[in-house]
């Protein structure tokens, strides 16, 4: 009986690990897929070219916290749009649901916030293929949705940044672009980001800044970087 069990157990953990796919790794090229959506077919990430693109899961529509998620993502479009960013939305529900849902996000932003149309697609996933992919179904938090899941990819369609959100709580949009910008910071000024950085703050620097001949030809430098403790160097921001 004990090892019938304990087999019953290896099988079951079996099904599970496998049922939820794995998540892909930082660095790595996003996962390509076809799905329908509420703008039509969408082959993700290549039909939106060299862009950065977020794709965003949650677990499903019409939910309080998800739709308190969709509405905050709609009035952030414009800043997205302005940092380069496509946004792309996926659950395990079908496009007529989410075209519905899709209306009343919309109905409820004309009330509270004035005229915004959602411009991002809702992509639908029934049977969890794509969730899989991405790691998006966690079996001991909700076998059957997605949890609340925020991938971000390079305009080369790395990821460049997993997160993952239990189904109990709301994720701050602004954080999300906030890492958005301080990656796009990151790799521009070729730095790194501190503890809490947000747009214009000080950066790190990857290696000490200037040699001391560097200062001898430059003297200004000293003006454009400092140092705190004995592994820190800092670059002001302009
Ligand atoms: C929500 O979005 O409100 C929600 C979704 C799944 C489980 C619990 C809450």
């Not at 087999?7 to 660095?27: A, D, F, K, R, Y």
Request: glycine share 6%; charged share 25%; with cysteine.
């Amino acid at each position: 009986m004990k090892k019938i069990s304990v087999l019953l157990i290896i099988i079951t953990s079996g099904v599970l690990v496998w049922s939820q796919g794995t998540i892909p790794m930082l660095g790595e090229k996003a996962p390509s897929f076809e799905a329908n959506t509420t703008n039509g077919k969408l082959a993700f990430p290549e039909d939106f070219g060299e862009s950065w693109k977020i794709l965003v899961s949650h677990p499903k529509d019409f939910t309080p916290v998800c739709t308190s998620e969709l509405l905050a993502l709609a009035t952030m479009q414009d800043e997205f749009d302005e940092l380069g960013v496509e946004l792309a939305v996926i659950s395990i529900d079908d496009v007529a649901t989410h075209e519905d849902w899709k209306r009343h996000l919309e109905d409820i932003l004309l009330e509270t916030t004035g005229p915004i149309n959602i411009d991002f697609p809702l992509i639908a996933d029934q049977n969890g293929r794509i969730s899989n992919m991405y790691g998006m179904l966690h079996a001991w938090e909700d076998p059957t949705r997605d949890v609340r899941g925020v991938f971000i990819l390079n305009p080369e369609n790395q990821i460049r940044s997993i997160n993952f959100y239990p189904l109990n709580i709301g994720r701050n949009m602004e954080e999300i672009k906030r890492v958005v910008v301080a990656l796009q910071t990151s790799e521009r000024e070729e730095a790194l980001m501190p503890a809490n950085w947000k747009e214009g703050d000080d950066m790190l620097m990857k290696y000490v800044p200037y040699t001391s001949e560097d200062l001898a030809n430059n003297p200004g430098l000293e003006d454009q970087y400092y140092k705190v403790g004995f592994n820190m160097w800092f670059k002001k921001s302009n």
